[in-house]
């Protein structure tokens, strides 16, 4: 059923920027930045909040239409739910006006997130989205970071159950939880974070459950690296052999995100999966990330973006 789609954004996947495009960006002025985009396809812009924005609507339009609005693609776009979620939060809790970051671009309207969670009206939602607000609600004065924990998991759990008859993109939504949960805990142990705040932030649904995230961490460095090498997932051996040598964060969560690369690309392989199209929601989301932090930092060095060419 995939293959049409899978046909098309295959071809579109050849168009993504590579590192030639990214140095011939860093230098050249705001104008001509946006012009060389706007030769490249993304359209004519003068804002990077706006070019970002314009192209994750057309992503979203591209699914959509090939994939005739299968539930599959809600999946894609919770994180932007979750992510407004949270800030509608903060700005609730700290009785402050909600800014302009609230993206249009989710599965839920931001007004319906603002009613559910304020007002309890759950007029918008579907019966999934609403037990996101149910289960916050019985939770009393919850800290924006505590409120954060709970909605990234309980969107997780939504994405989950969305993906449960398709096989090859629930796997892969159990790969990205481990590996988010990897750089949590390296990340906090190098902090010294205390345990209960490490774990808070550990995501059910992956192949390193709380538990085993608590032992981990208490254990010293190749306890780690027996276990985590053991899940047979991507290159890690690699990735944490690299960051026992320098323990760069910055390096890791970039390696990190290479594992996730590879990962993806022996799913290109099965062209009656969904798969080359989870390729290219992820290439193009990271590519949009990249020019980001291009406009942002014209000095930044190359080997800090992601970067499709495997060493």
């Known amino acids: 059923m995939y293959s049409f789609a899978n046909g098309y954004f295959k071809a579109k996947s050849t168009t993504i920027l590579n590192k030639d495009d990214y140095m011939t960006l860093k230098k050249l002025d705001e104008e001509r930045f946006f012009a060389y985009l706007n030769d490249k396809g993304f359209g004519l812009h003068d804002d990077i909040n706006k070019l970002c924005e314009s192209n994750l609507k057309q992503l979203k339009d591209d699914l959509n239409q090939t994939l005739e609005n299968d539930p599959l693609i809600t999946i894609f776009f919770y994180d932007i739910d979750a992510l407004n979620l949270k800030l509608i939060y903060k700005a609730h809790y700290f009785n402050s006006q909600i800014d302009n970051h609230v993206s249009k671009l989710g599965n839920i309207k931001p007004q319906f997130l603002t009613n559910a969670l304020i007002h309890a009206d759950y007029n918008g939602l579907n019966n999934d989205e609403k037990l996101i607000f149910e289960t916050l609600a019985k939770h009393n004065n919850l800290t924006p970071k505590e409120a954060s924990d709970l909605i990234d998991q309980l969107f997780l759990d939504l994405k989950f159950k969305?993906?449960?008859?398709?096989?090859?993109?629930?796997?892969?939504?159990?790969?990205?939880?481990?590996?988010?949960?990897?750089?949590?805990?390296?990340?906090?142990?190098?902090?010294?974070?205390?345990?209960?705040?490490?774990?808070?932030?550990?995501?059910?649904?992956?192949?390193?459950?709380?538990?085993?995230?608590?032992?981990?961490?208490?254990?010293?460095?190749?306890?780690?690296?027996?276990?985590?090498?053991?899940?047979?997932?991507?290159?890690?051996?690699?990735?944490?052999?690299?960051?026992?040598?320098?323990?760069?964060?910055?390096?890791?969560?970039?390696?990190?995100?290479?594992?996730?690369?590879?990962?993806?690309?022996?799913?290109?392989?099965?062209?009656?999966?969904?798969?080359?199209?989870?390729?290219?929601?992820?290439?193009?989301?990271?590519?949009?990330?990249?020019?980001?932090?291009?406009?942002?930092?014209?000095?930044v060095e190359l080997d800090k973006l992601f970067d499709q060419v495997i060493s």
């Open 162 to 299: 969305v993906a449960s008859g398709n096989k090859t993109i629930k796997e892969y939504l159990t790969v990205s939880v481990t590996l988010k949960n990897i750089l949590t805990l390296l990340r906090s142990k190098q902090i010294l974070l205390p345990t209960e705040l490490m774990i808070s932030s550990i995501l059910n649904q992956g192949l390193i459950d709380k538990s085993r995230a608590i032992e981990l961490y208490q254990g010293n460095f190749e306890v780690f690296y027996r276990y985590v090498t053991s899940l047979y997932i991507g290159k890690l051996d690699r990735v944490l052999q690299a960051y026992k040598l320098n323990h760069d964060l910055e390096e890791l969560e970039i390696l990190l995100c290479q594992a996730q690369y590879e990962i993806l690309r022996n799913y290109t392989y099965e062209s009656d999966t969904i798969g080359p199209i989870m390729m290219y929601v992820f290439l193009k989301e990271k590519e949009l990330e990249n020019i980001r932090v291009v406009y942002g930092d014209t000095e």
